[in-house]
Nanobody, 125 residues
Framework: VQLQASGGGAVQAGVSLRLSCAAS????????MGWFRQAPGKERDIVAS????????YYADSVKGRFTISRDNGKNTVYLQMNSLKPEDTAVYYC???????????????????WGQGTLVTVSS
């Protein structure tokens, strides 16, 4: 199984970025997909998650109203649209896949089986 994240970069505060995560060797439609982030010296925290149907989503309070998670099961890809970026959004962003857990449990890193390699987002003021 491979999860290939892309779309990170160095940007100014206020702009937008869209992260993508392409999955291979995975029955993509059977998995809850999540985006996590980890800033230097901090724990890896949930940013957003989306269930297999795409109808149920979860967002961390810090990104509500600015970030949107979506998925295209036909393309085995999950996206994270990030608008109005802030310096505190600076982190390595990881996509992940979980199966066999409730959607509420999918807020925890330990619920995820597969992880991508991470893509760095740096937001300067």
């Amino acid at each position: 199984v491979q999860l290939q994240a892309s779309g990170g970069g160095a940007v100014q505060a206020g702009v937008s970025l869209r992260l993508s995560c392409a999955a291979s060797e995975l029955t993509f439609g059977s998995y809850i997909m999540g985006w996590f982030r980890q800033a230097p010296g901090k724990e890896r925290d949930i940013v957003a998650s989306i269930d297999w149907s795409g109808f149920n989503t979860y967002y961390a309070d810090s990104v509500k109203g600015r970030f949107t998670i979506s998925r295209d099961n036909g393309k085995n890809t999950v996206y994270l649209q990030m608008n109005s970026l802030k310096p505190e959004d600076t982190a390595v962003y990881y996509c992940s896949a979980a199966a066999g857990v409730s959607f509420s449990m999918a807020r925890l890193p330990g619920s995820y089986t597969y992880w991508g390699q991470g893509t760095l987002v740096t937001v300067s003021s």
